[in-house]
């Protein structure tokens, strides 16, 4: 799977209606809201757009005919392998009247230019992990985390020591493991999230 490095856009006119596609990295709904309401054009025909997170998906006409805008986009979105992703397709009308066909490949199109435009990374599906430590091995065990490139999301204490969210790579999850259970002499417990999806790194 794919992610933009960045935001990114691209403007076009077809048939005298303006196009401008905006594209950004995103990581929650919330971010999805934020991004519209700085892009989107309350003086437009037109805010129409999709975003992907993870396995969830949504897309909007924002007043076009049902499916000729929003799934389009998404369509792009998803011919790219793209995650963690939000498109928004503005549209200025000009007059002419494009059709359902017509704003089918206007609005998938002028995404996909869009997208083209951004710079992609090639991501690593990770997966999200309760680890529970003792006291005496919070050290260690941070050192090992370290070594395997895992995110720390949530570090708490409780009376039995320190409980963290941990994200990492899903090809090494079962080696951190392994090595956290050697160095605490299975003190350590790591457990998969069961409301985690496999993510983006």
């Given at each position: 799977m794919n992610i933009l490095a960045g935001p990114c856009t691209f403007e076009e006119v077809i048939r005298k209606s303006r196009f401008v596609a905006h594209a950004a990295p995103v990581s929650n709904e919330?971010?999805?809201?934020?991004?519209?309401?700085?892009v989107a054009d309350p003086g437009a025909n037109h805010n129409c757009w999709a975003w992907k997170l993870d396995h969830l998906y949504r897309s909007n006409d924002d007043g076009e005919p049902s499916g000729s805008a929003g799934r389009p986009i998404l369509a792009a979105i998803e011919g790219r392998e793209l995650q963690q992703v939000m498109v928004v397709v503005t549209r200025w009308f000009g007059g002419i009247k494009l059709g359902i066909g017509g704003l089918v490949r206007a609005y998938g199109g002028c995404a996909a230019k869009c997208l083209d435009r951004g710079e992609l990374i090639t991501s690593v599906p990770r997966q999200d992990y309760e680890l529970r430590v003792d006291f005496a091995?919070?050290?260690?065990?941070h050192q090992l985390l370290d070594q395997f490139g895992a995110e720390k999301r949530d570090e708490q204490f409780d009376a039995d020591g320190l409980?963290?969210?941990i994200r990492v790579a899903s090809s090494d999850a079962r080696r951190l493991a392994e090595a956290l259970a050697d160095a605490s002499r299975g003190a350590a417990r790591m457990r998969l999230r069961t409301s985690a999806r496999p993510g983006p790194g």
């Open positions: 919330a971010e999805t809201l934020a991004f519209y309401e700085r091995l919070v050290s260690v065990v409980v963290m969210t």
